[in-house]
């Protein structure tokens, strides 16, 4: 996997709740970081597919009508 680095400005309260989760977890704080903001997005993306369902949208429709960047490409997976 290629990493890369990236700067964030956030609450000195959240860096720290961070951190701890990190800890109580046993990961470090960057692959703490990438696995909720992976989990939030698989999570929204079931949010949104139960939307969907419950609305009886048809899927293959829907990808017809709007922009594939509107999806996620596959790698995230």
Known sequence: MTTGNVTV????????????????????????VARTIRSATFEAAA???????????D????DAENDAADRLAGAEW
């Not at 400005?9 to 703490?32: C, F, H, R, V």
């Not at 969907?52 to 949208?57: D, L, Q």
């Open 9 to 32: 400005s956030l609450d000195t309260a959240i860096i720290d709740m961070a951190k701890e989760q990190a800890a109580s977890a046993g990961m470090s704080m960057s692959a703490w």
């Open 47 to 57: 949010r949104r597919y139960a939307e969907f369902e419950a609305e009886g949208t």
């Open 59 to 62: 899927m293959a429709a829907w």
